[in-house]
């Protein structure tokens, strides 16, 4: 990209141009790349020297996202559902693939890019979810350092980095182009509808059963619950789009055929908090339909939260008296949501987010470091509070909440980051969908903005922002809205809305 006029211009072809301006210098560097990486892979292989195979393969790597950037970022999306988790045990470490080594990429290029030219589509950057965001990282780093286990933190910085700015900065280029906005919700829930086919085609040889239901997915996902996060989101996705935009009366078929494939994963997930998650979207989705605005939201909130308030003694009588176990029934198995008492998934989660409230006792500030709760929670539980599901080795999961789990890995003030960065979504989330300038815009605003309350709801009891199938939407939802604030959305037509 050599300024921001020819950027703008280029958009429909190519994101960011890094090679000289004339053709033929440009044809003349695509041959000579070509030779190199030619000439490389003939000495690597006459010498056996097959792990040299990755430089040529880096170099191909490279010139394809220099050349042709937006295709790369199209790829990513397409391939991120589809994508497998594979462990180097050499080098202690895993990749998601074939995505992940674009996304190391592309984020080296963004930073290449920001030296030399200073400066990153300005008006995203001042955005407040930018702005968030970009605290978010900060204080990461500020306590990736001062962690207990230092490369454990900066690994998981590292990954939160990439995501944030492939996911949130890159694709926000994608969507200053309004043509681009469909087209990236389809990208994602095509493949998303074909791991779903082959999650219940192999959860049927099983008998759908809850137990079988926890792994069937894999190798797409690693277990049930962040799969049923994708679910709910895309379920909003899939509807919204079935509903909301004019197509034809094939893509319409299409579109609900997708669908009903993506309910019916969703059913069979057994993942509790994805469905509550949708029937919170749901009764979102009814303050849109009636016109009623972010204020109306958080009157009705305070207002529900005091009525909790006064009633708690009540409620916490019902939660100590329910017994209903997770089971195949899915009455009952939802109905378990209330078992504090003796359901195994609901008093572990207790114990993570006990234990992870003492840890940030110890540490308010800073916390233990990045990523480091599920290594360093073990002394931190009470013997009376494990259950049978309980280790002390750090191999199961994390402390299962968006929002506790920051105390414990980054002390108070990331907390108070994902905490802002909800409330900044859902404000936005409701303007743009109220105040947009047509239709689609305000349809394409709700899709995204729905989407993200089913994810920051399920945050409660989950957490799944290191892993890619989750950060894409995430941080591209939130992306979109960001794009949708500062390119479309016209100053002068804001109202105020109840």
Not at 195 to 205: D, F, P
Not at 389 to 414: C, F, K, M, Q, W
Not at 432 to 450: C, D, G
Not at 480 to 497: G, H, P, S
Request: aromatic share 16%.
């Amino acid at each position: 990209m050599l300024n921001e006029a020819s950027h703008n211009a280029s958009m429909g072809n190519r994101l960011i141009h890094l090679l000289p301006s004339s053709k033929d210098k440009q044809q003349r560097l695509i041959v000579s790349i070509g030779f190199v990486f030619v000439a490389a892979l003939a000495v690597f292989i006459s010498q056996e020297w097959y792990w040299g195979l990755l430089i040529p393969f880096g170099m191909a790597l490279i010139a394809s996202i220099v050349l042709a950037m937006d295709y790369v970022l199209w790829f990513i999306v397409l391939a991120t559902p589809l994508s497998i988790n594979y462990e180097f045990t050499d080098l202690g470490s895993t990749l998601n693939l074939p995505t992940e080594p674009f996304m190391v990429a592309l984020t080296a290029l963004f930073f290449i890019r920001l030296a030399y030219y200073g400066r990153f589509f300005p008006k995203l950057v001042k955005h407040p979810l930018s702005i968030i965001l970009i605290a978010h990282l900060v204080w990461m780093l500020c306590t990736a350092i001062t962690s207990e286990l230092l490369v454990v933190s900066l690994k998981y910085f590292v990954s939160r980095l990439w995501f944030i700015v492939v996911f949130f900065y890159l694709m926000s280029l994608l969507f200053k182009n309004q043509k681009n906005h469909q087209p990236y919700f389809l990208l994602y829930l095509i493949p998303m509808a074909a791991v779903v086919i082959y999650t219940v085609i192999h959860h049927g040889q099983y008998g759908f059963t809850k137990r079988s239901g926890t792994w069937v997915m894999q190798p797409f996902f690693k277990e049930h619950t962040a799969y049923g996060a994708v679910l709910a989101m895309y379920f909003t996705v899939a509807w919204g789009m079935f509903f909301r935009y004019n197509y034809r009366p094939l893509v319409k078929i299409v579109l609900l055929v997708i669908s009903i494939i993506i309910s019916v994963g969703l059913y069979f997930s057994y993942t509790r908090a994805a469905w509550l998650s949708v029937m919170i979207m749901l009764g979102i989705s009814a303050f849109l339909y009636l016109g009623w605005g972010f204020k109306r939201f958080i009157q009705l909130i305070t207002m529900a939260i005091v009525i909790i308030g006064l009633g708690w003694g009540q409620i916490d009588n019902y939660l100590g008296s329910t017994k209903a176990e997770s089971s195949d029934d899915v009455t009952e198995h939802l109905s378990s949501v209330a078992n504090v008492s003796t359901d195994a998934s609901n008093t572990e989660r207790l114990n993570r987010w006990k234990s992870a409230w003492r840890m940030f006792q110890e540490r308010p500030l800073t916390g233990f470091g990045p990523g480091t709760y599920m290594f360093l929670y073990a002394p931190y539980q009470n013997p009376h509070e494990k259950t049978i599901i309980s280790t002390n080795r750090g191999d199961v999961g994390n402390a299962h909440s968006e929002y506790i789990g920051p105390l414990a890995d980054s002390g108070l003030p990331a907390a108070l980051i994902v905490f802002t960065l909800v409330l900044a979504t859902f404000y936005y989330g409701f303007k743009l969908s109220l105040q947009l300038p047509t239709q689609e815009l305000r349809t394409t605003a709700s899709i995204a903005f729905l989407a993200l309350v089913t994810y920051w709801f399920h945050g409660l009891v989950n957490n799944f922002l290191d892993i890619d199938k989750t950060g894409l939407p995430v941080f591209g939802f939130t992306a979109l809205l960001a794009t949708l604030d500062v390119c479309f959305m016209k100053k002068d037509r804001y109202q105020n809305t109840p």
